[in-house]
Structures are given as structure tokens and as C-alpha cells.
């Protein structure tokens, strides 16, 4: 089935310790997001790419990075520059470029890391 | 990037119809309405979109206003499986695709 995997679903952190969140898609989606969501809040977007090789930055991409290497991936790293990292990150995908920009978002089911 | 503006929560009764507003009074000409809602601990899926003329699918209808400042998701008999956030956004299809979400809406359903 098409669709859009992340993993780990659940990951523990220490301190100063930078992980690495998968997301991987194989709808032939362009465009690639990666949102953090903290308890009771909405979605903040920090980082987008609209095509391979290329990033842009979103709300709060600070003390995160990303690669778009492949197509269907887009991996997410949590640097230990991020002072609050606990939250659950939701990677979605959706159809790139005018005039397919309209299409509907694909999301994954997400990732919870907790720092401890 | 155009905002949205959608009341925190709502409240509606089992099996009676619920409108849930957003306001999105800097919405450009080319701007795409888009509906999504949210489960406890899982990604948002998509309910529907739509331009200009109301819109109807299998899961709701979207009804757009005229000056289209504002649109009403409207869910025809509510269940309890339609308690969730709700979320506006637009999407704007020659744009770079820097796509932001609200807080939402958090719908109660009363059985």
C-alpha cells in the first residue's frame, strides 16, 4: 500500500545526544514536510522540501537539520542544540510543483521522543 | 503565507449537524481552502478542498463564502468518531510550498 512510514514510533533520549527520525514515502510525492507538535498545541512546521537536494527552512528550524538525498526520503536529525526536543514530529508529503500544488497532504503516523 | 483564524473548541450533540468556522480574511485569489482533522496521537488526515463553490465529499461539506474570507466545514451528523482537531490552511498552488497549520478546532462530540 502507498503511503508514508516514519520510525521510530517511540524514542528515548539522554541530553546532548542527537537522533535521527526516518520518513520515508512511495507515493512519488515531491514535496516533503516535517511538523512538531507539543501536548494540546497545533502543528509548527520546521523544515520543507519541494524537491531533491533542495531544503527550505520553516517556523522553528532551529537545532534541527535535514538532507533530501532520495526522493522518497527525508530524514529529520534533532541536534542537541535544540533546548525543549520533546515532542511528537509528524512527516507528511503531498504531490510538488503548480498546478498540482493543491493536493491533499499525506502524514505519517508519527514519532514521540522524550528527553530524559 | 496567508493565517487562519478557527475557535479553539466546539461542542455538538451525536447525530446533529456541526458547522465549524475559519476566517481567512488575507486569502489571495489562488488560494486552495483545505480541511484536515486529528486523532489522539496520530498525523492528520484530509476531509477536503476546495476554491470557490461549495464542496461535498463522502466524509463532509464545505460550504465557502462569497468574499471567500471565511469557510464553514460542515459535518452532516456527528459521531462520536468525528471528535478530533480540525484544521484550516491554505495552500497556495504557485507558491513556494511552505505549508502552516493553525492550533484548530477541538470538536466534542455528546453522546
Known amino acids: 500500500d502507498g503511503g508514508i512510514t516514519q520510525s521510530p514510533k517511540y524514542l528515548f533520549r539522554k541530553e546532548g545526544q542527537n537522533v535521527t527520525l526516518s520518513c520515508e514515502q512511495n507515493?512519488?510525492?515531491?514535496?516533503m514536510y516535517w511538523y512538531r507538535q507539543d501536548p494540546g498545541q497545533g502543528l509548527r512546521l520546521i523544515y520543507y522540501s519541494q524537491i531533491v537536494n533542495d531544503f527550505q527552512k520553516g517556523d522553528i528550524a532551529e537545532g534541527y537539520s535535514v538532507s533530501r538525498e532520495k526522493k522518497e526520503s527525508f530524514p529529520l536529525t534533532v541536534t542537541s542544540a535544540q533546548k525543549n526536543p520533546t515532542a511528537f514530529y509528524l512527516c507528511?508529503?503531498?504531490?510538488?510543483?503548480?498546478?498540482?500544488?493543491?493536493?491533499?497532504?499525506?502524514f505519517g503516523e508519527g514519532s514521540r521522543l522524550t528527553v530524559l | 503565507d496567508a493565517k487562519t483564524t478557527q475557535p479553539n473548541s466546539m461542542e455538538s450533540n451525536e447525530e446533529e449537524p456541526v458547522h465549524l468556522p475559519c476566517n481567512h480574511s488575507t486569502i489571495s485569489g489562488t488560494d486552495y481552502i483545505h480541511w484536515y482533522r486529528q486523532l489522539p496521537s496520530q498525523g492528520p488526515e484530509y476531509v477536503i478542498h476546495?476554491?470557490?463553490s461549495n464542496v461535498n465529499n463522502r466524509m463532509a461539506s464545505l460550504a465557502i463564502a462569497e468574499d471567500r474570507k471565511s469557510s464553514t466545514l460542515i459535518l452532516h451528523r456527528a459521531t462520536l468518531r468525528d471528535a478530533a482537531v480540525y484544521y484550516c490552511?491554505?495552500?497556495?498552488?504557485?507558491?513556494?510550498?511552505?505549508?502552516?497549520f493553525g492550533t484548530g478546532t477541538k470538536l466534542q462530540v455528546i453522546p
Open positions: 490552511i491554505l495552500r497556495d498552488p504557485w507558491g513556494y510550498q511552505k505549508v502552516t
Open positions: 476546495g476554491l470557490t
Open positions: 507515493l512519488n510525492h515531491d514535496a
Open positions: 507528511a508529503s503531498s504531490i510538488g510543483g503548480p498546478p498540482m500544488n493543491t493536493g491533499e497532504l499525506f
